[in-house]
């Protein structure tokens, strides 16, 4: 008994109509159609602004009340204690920034490497305009919170303590009842991001005891609206940054500026009557979790995981790799096959990203509406890409430093009459326009080229796709340098940059070569961070081009 009858929730999706399996909820659910109907009925009946004396202002005034009426059911609050904002981050820099009004110098505010920065950088912000102390509390070997760490941080300066219930990256849970008592112990405020906690699982503030806590609405089937909770007589005390005739009462409400975007919160209600009416949070929370152990059991056994390796702890969001795959090639073959998952470094969780140094690997979120058909197909691509791993077969080996690059395979315009290269050049391989990484890759090369011309580089852009996408791509982006199509994968074979995925096809990896001008390899980089390689390139570039010079 699963609780959710998952063929009617699908039914009321037109998103969820094709064949297509939507993996990546930590980064935004599908919405049903109802919330749309709902937003579009808000404005047809509801337009105009609270106020009047006339329906059509009073109509706005239900909207508004009715959201704010079902957002504290949601979380077990009170109605005046809710506030609205624009998204999650919006309503964080408002809230610490009001909560800031209390602080002096020298108070310390404690976040965790579990956080997403969402959580971490109002408070750091803050702390460079109060003169304020940010601690960062650790995770252990398995992500879960530090809690002897955070007993260590916290002290009598202490006045806050932010931390994600459950993190974006990896999934892990954090007993929010125990932070909210460790806080309290020592007099600090407990503050909660609930943004991948609120989509999984019932929240009951009240009973936790934590003191604010923040969601956000496109997570869980509604509109990009941002929710907060605080409790009543915290909120109170805040003094906040208003216009002076707004109103002081309810209490969340004073710190909502300006007009409310009236249709979003009736999308919002909508979305809070769906997930009510398909069984609640205690029946989805069921279903997804029967959804993640039949996602676990069909892994294929090589792959690494970061993260709590059970069901248990957490919420349904996994991160992992593959062996001798590259995240982006994975990524890009699941979604070939009808598959949206996403491939990324840190995730926004840059603490976590710091202390696991995963590079990027692919994160699969599951929400209530998959199927396990689906997680199924997604377990048999995965284990499919895995058993053909490059790394598995004989590839021709990749040209090392001091080895000769294919320069017969480079345009003749680079060369000089003797066939050297005119100025020391940088090759490199993209995979296919339309990955993440890659993308980013050429843009940022793209946007780097003047300076590397300016330090006597030449730059090569090489790729196994087609020549039409890679022009039009130059051209969108104003590339201004020589950009091979590689249709034929030549260059890439005889550089020892391909990857053979068998039934899969075939795909170039992020690599970067760096040759002198009698075409040697000085240096090779596989792209892991984009911008951080691009940044290197040139600066061995550079050094190399001011010992060799150009003609
Ligand atoms: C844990 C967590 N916190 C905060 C945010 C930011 O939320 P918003 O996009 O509503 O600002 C996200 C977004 O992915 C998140 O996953």
């Not at 059509?56 to 504290?72: D, F, G, H, I, P």
């Not at 002081?248 to 919160?265: C, D, N, Q, V, Y």
């Not at 997804?288 to 390796?309: C, D, M, N, V």
């Not at 997680?375 to 058993?387: C, F, G, P, W, Y």
Request: proline residues 5%.
């Amino acid at each position: 008994m699963t609780g959710v009858d998952v063929d009617a929730v699908r039914a009321r999706f037109s998103a969820l109509n094709g064949s297509f399996a939507f993996f990546d909820a930590p980064g935004g659910t599908q919405v049903p159609d109802e919330v749309g109907d709902a937003i579009a009925r808000t404005m047809r009946q509801a337009s105009g602004n609270v106020g009047a004396v006339y329906p059509a202002s009073k109509a706005v005034e239900a909207v508004a009340n009715e959201a704010r009426q079902l957002a504290a059911q949601f979380a077990g609050a009170s109605v005046d204690e809710v506030i609205f904002g624009a998204n999650m981050t919006s309503l964080n820099f408002t809230l610490s920034r009001t909560f800031g009004r209390t602080l002096k110098a020298g108070d310390e505010i404690l976040v965790t490497r579990l956080d997403h920065d969402a959580n971490v950088a109002p408070w750091l912000e803050l702390a460079k305009d109060k003169n304020l102390m940010v601690r960062h509390v650790d995770v252990l070997s398995d992500t879960t919170l530090d809690f002897d760490d955070l007993q260590a941080k916290l002290s009598d300066r202490t006045r806050a303590v932010a931390f994600p219930w459950a993190a974006n990256s990896v999934g892990t849970i954090t007993d929010a009842r125990r932070v909210a008592d460790l806080a309290h112990q020592v007099g600090a405020i407990a503050w909660a991001d609930a943004v991948q906690y609120a989509p999984h699982l019932p929240m009951d503030l009240p009973a936790v005891g934590v003191d604010v806590v923040l969601f956000s609405a496109y997570k869980f089937c509604g509109p990009h609206l941002g929710i907060g909770y605080g409790r009543r007589d915290l909120l109170e005390s805040w003094a906040p940054y208003k216009a002076r005739p707004a109103p002081l009462h309810p209490a969340g409400a004073r710190f909502e500026t300006g007009s409310m975007p009236i249709e979003t919160l009736g999308g919002f209600s909508a979305a809070i009557r769906y997930l009510t009416s398909i069984g609640g949070m205690n029946a989805i929370a069921a279903w997804e979790k029967e959804l993640a152990s039949r996602f676990l059991a069909g892994l294929p056994e090589e792959t690494i995981r970061y993260g709590l390796a059970s069901t248990e702890g957490r919420v349904p969001i996994f991160l992992l790799n593959l062996p001798g795959v590259p995240p982006a090639d994975a990524v890009l073959r699941l979604a070939e096959h009808g598959i949206g998952v996403w491939s990324g470094t840190n995730y926004y969780s840059l603490g976590l990203y710091e202390r696991l140094a995963w590079g990027e690997a692919i994160r699969v979120g599951i929400a209530h509406y998959n199927t396990l058909d689906e997680i199924d197909k997604l377990t048999e691509v995965l284990t499919s890409l895995a058993r053909h791993a490059p790394g598995r077969k004989s590839q021709s080996p990749q040209l090392g430093p001091g080895d000769m690059f294919p320069l017969d395979l480079l345009p003749d315009d680079l060369k000089d009459n003797a066939g050297a290269l005119e100025r020391p050049a940088v090759v490199y391989f993209y995979p296919k326009d339309g990955t993440d990484t890659c993308t980013r890759q050429a843009v940022e090369f793209s946007r780097r080229a003047p300076q590397f011309f300016e330090a006597g580089l030449a730059l090569v852009g090489a790729s196994v796709d087609t020549a039409d996408s890679h022009r039009e791509f130059a051209e969108e982006h104003g590339l201004s340098f020589t950009l091979l199509s590689d249709e034929d994968q030549r260059l890439a074979a005889a550089a020892g940059v391909l990857r053979d995925y068998g039934e899969y096809g075939t795909l170039a990896g992020r690599v970067t070569f760096l040759l002198d001008r009698s075409g040697h390899v000085s240096q090779v980089w596989e792209v892991e961070d984009v911008i951080a390689n691009v940044a290197d390139v040139l600066t061995a570039g550079a050094k190399l081009a001011a010992t060799e010079g150009s003609k």
